[in-house]
């Protein structure tokens, strides 16, 4: 199973960044796909960033070109840098995990691990 613990969560104002990062301790050896999600008060739980284990990247159109998905494969960290934040953007993001190949990484149905969430803030 992977067990994954996010952090970089807080308060900033718009227009400013944030890199969230999710650290993942895996047991089975295996490689697995990731994704970032957030969950705005009253609202469902929206998949806006994923990387497939070859590195292929996918991401929502409310946050393209914005926030970029990467992974330290030597430091199992996986990676959210957000710039040019919004209001909108206010929400938990949650870091997700599953094994397997080419699965749909914006897909909340997806993935069975789930890190508790950090929390971002973006005020005006």
């Known amino acids: 199973q992977v067990q994954l613990v996010e952090s970089g969560g807080g308060s900033v104002q718009v227009g400013g960044s944030l890199r969230l990062s999710c650290e993942a301790s895996e047991s089975r050896g295996e490689t697995y796909c990731m994704g970032w999600f957030r969950q705005a008060p009253g609202q469902a739980r929206e998949g806006i960033a994923g990387?497939?284990?070859?590195?292929?990247?996918e991401y929502a159109d409310s946050v393209k070109g914005r926030f970029t998905i990467s992974k330290d494969n030597a430091k199992n960290t996986l990676y959210l840098q957000m710039n040019s934040l919004k209001p909108e953007d206010t929400a938990m993001y949650y870091c997700?995990?599953?094994?397997?190949?080419?699965?749909?990484?914006?897909?909340?149905?997806?993935?069975?691990?789930w890190g508790q969430g950090t929390q971002v803030t973006v005020s005006s």
């Open positions: 990387i497939q284990n070859d590195g292929t990247t």
């Open positions: 997700a995990a599953e094994y397997g190949t080419e699965v749909p990484v914006l897909t909340e149905e997806t993935f069975a691990y």
